[in-house]
């Protein structure tokens, strides 16, 4: 069974760009959740959605947004960069509610 | 003070060594998980639980809901384990992870 899988791996961009990070869940997974990991920063919840709503996000700015497309696949936008947006973006998936998150690889995203 | 508080923050042994990450939290929770995560940043979810006690191979995690505490305990360590090592904990009714700023381990062989 594949895992969850996050393209692209590396993103380099410039201050004031926008960045588009996606997620592909694993099979049957209807939930899709995203974290940023900034250096010297632990994991902090961004966004989660199911069935194509977002469900919750954490605290971040309107800059940073996303969607679920009908084939439960996620996309989450970061628009006018900042320096302090470099960071690894992980995504997880899960069943439904309350079941176990599995992790991707990760996008990390540096801006210069 | 952070809600999920872990200990130590690296921690360094030798390869055979029985090794315990404990992670405290100040909330009430549904569910803890722990993560391990390797250089490169891929993370793998290790353990999802609410009570007692769950192992897989020489892993063993417990939780005491009471005193709002898990611990993380590895058997027989060995330099593979070598990760970084974070706690997570989710809120009845919210799906969102706060998580722990994580346990540095380092096995020397």
């Known amino acids: 069974e594949a895992g969850v899988t996050q393209s692209p791996t590396h993103l380099i961009k410039t201050r004031g760009q926008q960045a588009t990070l996606r997620c592909s869940p694993i099979s049957g997974h209807t939930s899709v959740y995203w974290y940023q990991q900034a250096l010297g920063l632990g994991l902090q919840f961004l966004l989660w959605y199911d069935e194509g709503e977002e469900r919750n996000r954490g605290n971040f700015p309107p800059r940073f947004s996303g969607r679920q497309f009908p084939n439960y696949s996620s996309e989450l936008n970061v628009n006018a960069l900042e320096l302090e947006d470099s960071a690894l973006y992980l995504c997880?998936?899960?069943?439904?509610?309350?079941?176990?998150?599995?992790f991707g690889p990760g996008t990390r995203l540096t801006v210069l | 003070k952070n809600e999920v508080e872990q200990s130590p923050q690296n921690l360094t042994a030798q390869e055979g060594e029985f090794i315990t990450i404990n992670c405290s939290y100040s909330v009430g929770i549904s569910a803890l998980h722990w993560l391990q995560q390797h250089p490169g940043g891929g993370i793998v979810s290790l353990f999802m639980l609410s009570s007692g006690k769950k192992k897989h191979g020489r892993l063993i995690a417990t939780i005491n809901i009471q005193e709002k505490h898990s611990s993380l305990h590895i058997t027989a360590s060995h330099p593979r384990d070598s990760a970084v090592y974070i706690c997570a904990v989710r809120s009845g009714g919210n799906e969102k992870l706060t998580f722990g700023t994580g346990t540095r381990l380092t096995i020397i062989p």
């Open positions: 997880a998936s899960s069943f439904v509610f309350g079941n176990e998150q599995f």
